[in-house]
């Protein structure tokens, strides 16, 4: 597979257990955060999304949480199965100054989720 | 199939020879972006464009040209590759540009540059 996960924090958890997997964001002003998962040899796929008006979230097995406070990002995967072992990204949209456009993204590097049978 | 799609794979080329990564996508996408991924960085966008003939340079643009000629495809040209441009490549579109929205991603090129 292809190798992105060099130095890069691993969580390694048992099958059936809770994951948390946590991020921290550098723009205190970023109104929009992604959690991706990147399986060995493919692209990253969307999880799950939040708007800096919340600071919750949840989806199928998966919740974000969003504290603002201390610019932290966590995405909890719940019932951890090996299909789950993955490199997991959060991404932060920051603002876009006045006359720009785009949808910028800043990445982080990313955790290295191992699940053990 | 909603896609990115990203030709070739895998690349193995030499210092100065000219190639280019394709990038189409068919989701009728406005926003297309390149980001290069190396380990422990993360992913660093090259270029990114807004619409067609609509281009500009994302954190890492040096020795990458990119062109916009037709909405689906959003090709990445190295002119003269040198080794320091080894890395994964992806290519990724969303149907958003003015604000945010999800980036579908190819499923990536691996360069090495002897």
């Known amino acids: 597979g292809e190798s992105v996960g060099l130095h890069l924090p691993t969580l390694s958890v048992q099958e059936g257990d809770n994951s948390i997997i946590n991020c921290a964001y550098s723009n205190s002003a970023s109104d929009y955060f992604i959690w991706y998962k990147q399986e060995s040899g493919k692209g990253p796929q969307f999880i799950i999304d939040?708007?800096?008006?919340?600071d919750k979230r949840q989806g199928q097995r998966v919740t974000v949480l969003l504290n603002k406070t201390v610019k932290h990002l966590s995405l909890q995967i719940a019932a951890t199965q090996p299909g789950d072992s993955a490199v997991y990204f959060c991404?932060?949209?920051?603002?876009?100054?006045?006359?720009?456009?785009?949808?910028?993204?800043?990445f982080g590097a990313g955790t290295i989720l191992r699940v053990k049978s | 199939e909603a896609q990115v799609t990203q030709n070739p794979r895998y690349l193995i080329t030499v210092t100065g020879k000219k190639l280019t990564v394709t990038c189409s996508q068919n989701m009728n996408h406005e926003y297309m972006s390149w980001y290069r991924q190396d380990p422990g960085l993360g992913l660093r966008q090259i270029y990114y464009s807004m619409n067609v003939e609509v281009t500009d340079k994302g954190d890492v643009p040096e020795g990458y040209k990119v062109s916009r000629k037709e909405k689906r495809n959003f090709p990445l040209i190295l002119e003269s590759p040198s080794p320091n441009q080894t890395s994964l490549y992806f290519c990724?579109?969303?149907?958003?540009?003015?604000?945010?929205?999800?980036?579908?991603f190819g499923e990536g090129s691996r360069l090495t540059v002897l």
């Open positions: 991404a932060e949209k920051p603002p876009i100054p006045l006359m720009e456009y785009g949808n910028k993204l800043v």
């Open positions: 990724a579109s969303s149907l958003g540009v003015k604000g945010a929205g999800e980036l579908f």
């Open positions: 939040i708007r800096s008006n919340m």
